[in-house]
């Protein structure tokens, strides 16, 4: 039985965001993480597989010792060479099945799923968490979905049969919706990594209602 990491401020990468203040990708999970991110997702569309498994090992060395999970974006052949503790897919991208024979039995596997039929769906055999919305139009991922809003993020939610994190567009302030959709946590991107301070911007999803 595969042991879900702590989901509750997912931290997504974005490389432009991460260098508008010039941190980059690795000084912003540093940060983020010490101001109470639980889980970082590298995701770097425009990189090559090597560039994401260099990236990805200096990110795992960074983040050793704080408990923090490292998951890698649609990339599977990065995510086993960099030994990350999990995947996580996209609709559109490899399907569970392949992706879970890809990464082996022992990683964690998540999904995006933008519909109550595609989270009810997901074979929890395969897939361990799911990435739920977007709740909110953003310019992070401009060719996904109409946003949810918190009703619609409810409903698949309800169908999904594994925990699932809010994404698209959420902030410090959404900790108490995201919850009461059900949402185990937060997968957050420009709310910290297009902030001058990712630990701060981190901090203060701390203590929200």
Same mark, same amino acid.
């Given at each position: $039985?595969?042991? &879900? ?16 203040? %010039?941190?980059? $990708?690795?000084?912003? /999970?540093?940060? /983020?993480?010490?101001?109470?991110? @639980? =889980?970082?997702? &590298? ?16 990110? $795992?060395?960074?983040?050793?010792? !704080? %408990? ?8 599977? =052949?990065?995510?086993?060479? +960099?030994?990350? #503790?999990?995947? #996580? +897919?996209? *609709?559109?991208? !490899? ?11 022992? $990683? ?8 109550? *039929? =595609?989270? =009810?769906? +997901? ?7 799911? %990435? ?6 953003? *310019?992070?991922?401009?060719? #996904?979905?109409?946003? @949810? ?7 698949? +939610? ?15 302030? #959404? ?11 937060? /997968? ?18 701390? %203590?929200?209602?």
């Amino acid at each position: $039985m595969r042991r &879900l990491p702590d989901l509750a401020l997912y931290l997504v990468l974005d490389p432009v965001l991460c260098d508008r203040h %010039g941190h980059g $990708m690795l000084a912003t /999970a540093r940060a /983020a993480v010490a101001g109470g991110v @639980t =889980a970082v997702q &590298l995701r770097h569309k425009t990189a090559s597989t090597a560039d994401r498994i260099a990236l990805g090992r200096a990110l $795992m060395a960074a983040l050793d010792g !704080t %408990g923090a999970a490292l998951i890698v974006n649609d990339d599977a =052949a990065a995510a086993t060479a +960099i030994g990350a #503790h999990g995947l #996580h +897919i996209g *609709q559109d991208d !490899t399907d569970p099945a392949t992706a879970r024979a890809a990464i082996g039995p022992a $990683m964690i596997l998540g999904l995006s799923v933008e519909t109550p *039929q =595609a989270a =009810a769906a +997901i074979d929890p055999t395969l897939v361990d968490y799911a %990435g739920a919305g977007p709740v909110f139009a953003t *310019q992070t991922k401009p060719d #996904h979905r109409p946003a @949810t809003g918190w009703d619609g993020l409810t409903r698949i +939610i309800a169908a999904c049969p594994v925990p699932a994190v809010a994404l698209g567009g959420p902030n410090a302030t #959404h900790t108490a919706p995201a919850r009461a959709a059900g949402a185990v946590g937060l /997968a957050v991107v420009s709310a910290i990594c297009g902030q001058p301070d990712p630990a701060a911007a981190a901090r203060s999803f701390k %203590g929200t209602p």
